[in-house]
């Protein structure tokens, strides 16, 4: 196998030119959104919750690399059916083992962002636990 | 005099360590009696960074391509090391400064124009290097809060009885002090002064410039909540050094520097910064410097940091013992127990820098001046001392040579 073959495999490259769950949610009950700094790519998630925090609908919309969007996508069919609390305690190596590639550090950053941003939309409603590389560190300069 | 110190050290295969030693000053090699000013680089330390040049190099992070993952790896294996080195909880907490006294000016400006104001006061020590002075003499200047400071006694240790005095004067806001004083080696106590810190609901800040190379540092013993500490003092290249800060202070701060890398997302209107550390490291870092950072602290824990505390003790003992014996010196400072690996003293009726001018002829090189702590040389009524220091390559032999010196200085001038 080529190393092209081996980081954009075939269900790789299928998640990413066909996303699933893309479009955000109208109405959802809770939407973030984040950005890998390192290369720029965007993710959006948004989420419904049914009965007792259960993940009924999510989607997102994201702009990126082949990578980041389609990981998220993976994300999204992982997800759904499963609590609040269970996908913010997630370990990040369920969605790398679906992911099924070896990523470089760099790369890790861009297969990890929907899973931080989605963690995110879950404790902004639900008050789940955050994954360690998104605290509240960040804060923002902004001008009128 | 017989040389009376067992070292704890195999100080002779360490020296063949450092090629500065190879070269012959008169048909000698110098003994280098100033490492508390900046210590020499063994070929461990200088070999790595020569590797990381020509196998490892590219800019670090932002690179999808290998050669910038093993920078990148590089780089931030070295953070780790970092971390491990001062028992810091994350590896996150540990920011790469250009200096110990980069790391100093971050925490005053970046925590201190947020947190200080009128009615707040800042405690610092009669003892500090200006790196843990200056700045926070500023900030509190600009912010309006007070600046005053720990007394020391004529031994130059710290006079703790005046500190209920301080509490009393107004609301403690931060605590500054250094763990070993470069001017007169005192080693001062920095747990007892973490305590009364927090118990005055203050932060302290310590430098550890001149502690880190010399003993261990644990910042969770210490209990401290911000230190500093810088690369050449131990071994390592110079235009690095590093600032562990505990998190939850790092988060609520604003960054010191902006530009590339500690950003999130960038607009015309807003900008979001990037998380820890990467948020007070704006810029491309000094990489290969951080790598040689790494492996100077490699090299120095390897041959472990309480066997080269009790060599140079021992030397400290055996050179205040030896300086003693002339009565014309007058050294300054606390007795060996309480002070790490500096003898500080002055040649009567002798200009230390008539004294380091003689000397150097001798081949040998101490330091003659403030040591930038001009407070500390007013308080003991100098207007400069001479200076004598030690690392782990430090033999007795270089304070019998500094011995000697001493005499002919004497002859000449005295």
């Not at chain 2, 971390?83 to 920011?95: C, G, K, Y």
């Not at chain 2, 250009?98 to 925590?111: G, P």
């Not at chain 2, 500090?128 to 700045?135: G, L, S």
């Not at chain 2, 003499?137 to 400071?149: D, L, M, W």
Request: proline fraction near 5%; hydrophobic fraction near 40%.
């Amino acid at each position: 196998m080529s190393e092209f073959e081996q980081l954009y495999r075939e269900v790789i490259l299928d998640h990413y030119k066909t996303p699933r769950n893309h479009g955000l949610l109208d109405p959802s009950d809770a939407v973030a959104e984040g950005q890998n700094p390192l290369c720029g790519d965007e993710v959006t998630v948004s989420v419904r919750f049914g009965e007792g925090d259960v993940i009924e609908g999510v989607g997102f919309e994201g702009r990126g690399c082949a990578i980041s969007q389609a990981a998220t996508s993976m994300l999204t069919d992982l997800v759904k059916g499963r609590t609040a609390q269970e996908v913010a305690l997630m370990p990040k190596e369920e969605l790398l083992d679906e992911i099924g590639i070896p990523l470089s550090p760099v790369r890790l950053k861009c297969a990890l962002l929907g899973l931080g941003v989605l963690k995110v939309a879950l404790h902004r409603s639900k008050g789940t636990p955050l994954p360690e590389e998104w605290g509240t560190s960040s804060g923002y300069i902004s001008v009128e | 005099m017989v040389v009376s110190t067992s070292s704890s050290l195999d100080t002779a295969a360490l020296r063949a360590d450092f090629p500065f030693l190879e070269e012959l000053v008169g048909g000698r090699p110098l003994a280098y009696l100033d490492s508390a000013s900046s210590t020499q680089k063994p070929r461990q330390v200088l070999d790595r960074m020569r590797a990381f040049y020509e196998h490892e190099y590219a800019n670090v992070h932002r690179g999808v391509y290998r050669l910038a993952e093993r920078a990148t790896e590089g780089y931030e294996g070295a953070r780790r090391t970092v971390a491990t080195f001062l028992n810091a909880p994350s590896e996150r907490e540990v920011i790469f400064t250009r200096s110990a006294t980069e790391s100093i000016n971050l925490v005053a400006y970046a925590w201190g124009l947020q947190n200080l104001g009128p009615g707040d006061t800042v405690v610092i020590t009669e003892l500090e290097h200006h790196a843990n002075f200056v700045p926070w003499q500023f900030i509190a200047s600009r912010t309006g809060a007070s600046f005053r400071h720990i007394p020391i006694d004529d031994a130059g240790e710290l006079q703790l009885d005046a500190l209920d005095d301080l509490a009393r004067e107004g609301s403690i806001k931060v605590v500054a002090v250094g763990l070993v004083s470069n001017s007169l080696g005192t080693i001062n106590p920095v747990e007892r002064l973490t305590a009364w810190a927090h118990e005055q609901g203050a932060i302290i800040v310590v430098d550890a410039a001149q502690a880190a190379p010399h003993r261990t540092i644990d910042v969770q013993a210490l209990g401290c909540d911000f230190l500093a500490l810088s690369s050449h003092k131990l071994c390592g290249p110079s235009g690095i050094g590093a600032l562990w800060g505990r998190r939850e202070l790092l988060e609520a701060m604003a960054p010191f520097n902006l530009g590339g890398e500690m950003i999130r997302s960038v607009g015309l209107d807003r900008t979001t910064f990037n998380e820890l550390p990467y948020k007070f490291e704006a810029g491309t870092p000094a990489i290969a410097e951080a790598v040689g950072f790494g492996a100077a602290i490699d090299y120095i824990s390897e041959i472990g940091l309480p066997a080269i505390e009790r060599h140079e003790h021992e030397l400290t003992v055996y050179a205040m013992a030896r300086l003693e014996e002339l009565a014309w010196v007058r050294m300054f400072g606390p007795p060996a127990e309480r002070r790490a690996g500096i003898v500080s003293f002055d040649v009567e009726g002798v200009h230390p820098h008539d004294v380091a001018q003689i000397l150097d002829w001798e081949g040998i090189a101490v330091r003659a001046g403030h040591h930038c702590t001009q407070p500390l040389m007013a308080r003991l009524g100098v207007a400069a001392t001479t200076r004598a220091s030690f690392y782990l390559y430090s033999i007795a032999e270089e304070v019998d040579r500094l011995v000697d010196g001493l005499h002919k200085v004497k002859k000449s001038l005295g």
